[in-house]
Nanobody, 122 residues
């Protein structure tokens, strides 16, 4: 079992930055690929970014590429999502997830956090 707890969300204005954190506990953090997903009002959960077990590779949704950066520190059991130049359409609940296979589909992930709300005003 892996427990995931997100933090760092909030209300910001367009163009601002936020850094989300996801703290993991339980099984060895480095055994899992990590991903960030988001779910906006009335929308399905969508892939934002993921990162390999050692942090050497990462992937991004086109909508956030160049603005968001995913990173991890296995010694701290933490993964981050740095979000710059935020837009109103980034408003959503952001979830981190852990998976042995991972990828862009939520069904590939084994463990999920409860999420943190990000609201971007125009």
């Amino acid at each position: 079992q892996v427990q995931l707890v997100e933090s760092g969300g909030g209300l910001v204005q367009a163009g601002d930055s936020l850094r989300l954190s996801c703290a993991a506990s339980g099984r060895t953090f480095g055994d899992y690929r990590m991903g960030w997903f988001r779910q906006g009002p009335g929308k399905e959960r969508e892939f934002v970014a993921d990162i390999s077990r050692r942090g050497s590779t990462s992937n991004y949704a086109n909508s956030v590429k160049g603005r968001f950066t995913i990173s991890r520190d296995n010694a701290k059991n933490t993964v981050w999502l740095q979000m710059d130049n935020l837009k109103p359409e980034d408003t959503a609940v952001y979830h981190c997830a852990a998976g042995e296979i991972a990828g862009t589909r939520p069904s590939l992930y084994n463990y999920w956090g409860q999420g943190t709300q990000v609201t971007v005003s125009s």
